[in-house]
């Protein structure tokens, strides 16, 4: 089946704002979650949007979705270095099964 | 408590070796699920438990055996593994499904190396 697509890395300097893509594949997805993983960890949930929405905003974190193109983003305002990290967005229609996408590595320069 | 936790963190073992990874939650949660992640790869969907009955198996090998002694509790057997299993193995725990957000929150992983 078709991937979930991101870009696979992104350089930022540290107090600029990040933006990472995912181009999911299912339009039937309800939920739609951003996840972080450091090195040798597992995967830390960020935030999630349900597929009503447009936009989500948790403090640093801004998520848009664009249900027509089936574009998700993740915006991170003033990057720190402990924001390096690969950033995975997932897709799911349903219960249990998540559908990941190919992981952004984020590193962010001080 | 809201965490996952899993055990042992790193793991070596022969081909011919019989070992279990374990993972644990106390959030009350319904769901659990086994994930293989290789490296700069997402994690891989292997096994999902919902209220202690084996709902999905992503046509994993036997070698690879879950268990689930009670809705705290995962283990994943291990028997005779090839070297390409060597992998990061995560175990996740979500609520269970009822039709709203579902969050999965993951364990730190087990690093496995076959050799």
């Known amino acids: 089946g078709e991937d979930v697509e991101q870009s696979l890395f992104l350089s930022v300097r540290e107090g600029d704002s990040s933006v990472i893509n995912c181009t999911y594949t299912?339009?039937?997805?309800?939920?739609l979650y951003w996840y972080k993983q450091e090195p040798g960890a597992g995967l830390q949930l960020l935030t999630y949007?349900?597929?009503?929405?447009d936009m989500k905003q948790d403090q640093r974190l801004t998520v848009l979705l664009n249900k027509k193109d089936k574009h998700l983003s993740l915006r991170i305002a003033d990057t720190q270095t402990g924001d390096s990290a690969i950033y995975f967005c997932?897709?799911?229609?349903?219960?249990?099964?998540?559908?990941f996408g190919t992981g952004t590595r984020l590193k962010v320069l001080a | 408590d809201t965490e996952v936790t899993q055990t042992p963190k790193h793991l070596v073992m022969g081909m011919t070796n019989k070992k279990s990874l374990k993972c644990e939650q106390h959030?009350?949660?319904?769901?659990m699920y086994w994930y293989k992640q290789k490296a700069k790869k997402p994690p891989e969907l292997m096994f999902v438990?919902?209220?202690?009955?084996?709902?999905i198996n992503e046509s994993v090998p036997s070698r690879f055996s879950p268990e689930c002694p009670n809705s705290s509790l995962l283990n994943l057997h291990l028997h005779a593994l090839q070297p390409e299993d060597s992998a990061l193995y995560l175990c996740a725990s979500s609520r269970g499904g009822d039709g709203r957000v579902d969050e999965q929150f993951f364990g730190p992983g087990t690093r496995l190396t076959v050799l």
């Open positions: 949007i349900f597929s009503n929405m």
């Open positions: 997932a897709e799911t229609s349903g219960t249990y099964k998540y559908i």
């Open positions: 299912d339009s039937s997805s309800t939920y």
């Open positions: 959030m009350g949660h319904r769901a």
């Open positions: 438990y919902s209220y202690e009955k084996l709902s």
